[in-house]
DNA sequence: AGACCTTTGAAGCTG
DNA sequence: CAGCTTCAAAGGTCT
C-alpha cells in the first residue's frame, strides 16, 4: 500500500521538470563560496533567514541588536548574510520566526551571556522542538547535577547546504505529490538537489556558510562533539546492517543491497 | 518514548 | 590523511 503510494509519487514526479541537468548523472559539486552570486527568488529557508525576509525590510545591526541577538564581532560576512537573506525569500505558512517562536525562548542562551539568545539551534534535551518554551525555572534545588546535565538545553548543528534546501522545498514537494514520509520525500529532493544547477546549490552552500559563521558567533564554544552520542543507537552493528540492507527501509520493503536503487525509481529523471 | 528510514554535507573520530 | 561515523530536518512507521 505504502509502496503503490510512493510509486505514484515517483510517477508523478516523472513530469515535473528537473531545473537543469535532467537526464545527466549527478555531478559532485564542490562547496562554492563565491561571495557574490545572485540572491533572487530564494524562499524561505532557514527560520534564521526568514527572520530578516520580506515584507520586513532588511535589518541594520540595531535592529538586531534591539531583538537581543547576540552579536560579538561585526564581521564583514555578517553583513553580506543579511544582504543576502533579506527581502528575496517568500513565506511558507508553516514556518515560523526563530526570534518569536515560544520554543525558541529558551532563556539560555550563549555561555556567558545571560541577555539569552533565542536560537533554534538551542532545542530542549528531549530532541525535538517542543511548543512549551524551557522553564529553566522550573528545576528544583533537589535536582542532581547528573539531571541538570541531562535538562541543559543542546545546540543543534547548523544546518548544511542540502539541508536548507530540503527545508525549502519540502512542502512543495509534499504538496506535488501528497506522501508526508520523510524517507520518501528525502529520496526525491536528494535527486533534485543534483538536478540543480552550480548557481542554484550556490546559493545554498552559500546560505550554508552564513549559518555556520552566525552560529560560531553565536556559540563560540561550541563543537559538533558536543552532540556526539546523544542519539542513542540501538548498536553499531545494527545501524550498519540498516544502511547496508539489512532492515526495511522507507518502502517498508527489504532491500537487496542499499547501494542498489529501488527498481521503479527512474534514473533519467528527479 | 524514541529509534529507524532517507537524503547530503560538515565535522568528529579512528587507524 | 583517508575513510568511516555521527548529526543536522522531517514525519510516518516500528520497537
Not at 187 to 216: D, F, P, V
Not at 242 to 269: D, Q
Amino acid at each position: 500500500m505504502y509502496k503503490e503510494t510512493v510509486y505514484s509519487a515517483f510517477n508523478l514526479l516523472m513530469h515535473y521538470p528537473p531545473h537543469s541537468g535532467a537526464g545527466q548523472p549527478p555531478q559532485p559539486q564542490p562547496p562554492l563560496h563565491k561571495a557574490s552570486q545572485p540572491h533572487h527568488g530564494v524562499p524561505q529557508l532557514s527560520p534564521l533567514y526568514e527572520h530578516f525576509s520580506s515584507p520586513h525590510p532588511t535589518p541594520t545591526p540595531t535592529d538586531i541588536s534591539q531583538k537581543q541577538v547576540h552579536r560579538p564581532l561585526q564581521t564583514p560576512d555578517l553583513s553580506g548574510f543579511y544582504s543576502l537573506t533579506s527581502g528575496s525569500m517568500g513565506q511558507l505558512p508553516h514556518t515560523v520566526s526563530w526570534f518569536t517562536h515560544p520554543s525558541l525562548m529558551l532563556g539560555s542562551g550563549v555561555p556567558g551571556h545571560p541577555a539569552a539568545i533565542p536560537h533554534p539551534a538551542i532545542v530542549p534535551p528531549s530532541g525535538k522542538q517542543e511548543l512549551q518554551p524551557y522553564d529553566r525555572t522550573l528545576k528544583t534545588q533537589t535536582e542532581s547535577k547528573a539531571e541538570k546535565e541531562a535538562k541543559k538545553p543542546t545546540i543543534k548543528k547548523p544546518l548544511n547546504a542540502f539541508m536548507l534546501y530540503m527545508k525549502e522545498m519540502r512542502a512543495k514537494v509534499i504538496a506535488e505529490c501528497t506522501l508526508k514520509e520523510s524517507a520518501a520525500i528525502n529520496q526525491i529532493l536528494g535527486r533534485r538537489w543534483h538536478a540543480l544547477s552550480r548557481e542554484e546549490q550556490a546559493k545554498y552552500y552559500e546560505l550554508a556558510r552564513k549559518e555556520r559563521q552566525l552560529h560560531m558567533q553565536l556559540y563560540p564554544g561550541w563543537s559538533a562533539r558536543d552532540n556526539y552520542g546523544k542519539k542513542k543507537r540501538r548498536s553499531r552493528e545494527k545501524h550498519q546492517e540498516s544502511n547496508t540492507g539489512g532492515k526495511r527501509n522507507a518502502f517498508g520493503t527489504y532491500p537487496e543491497k542499499a547501494a542498489t536503487p529501488a527498481p521503479f525509481l527512474p534514473m533519467t529523471v528527479l
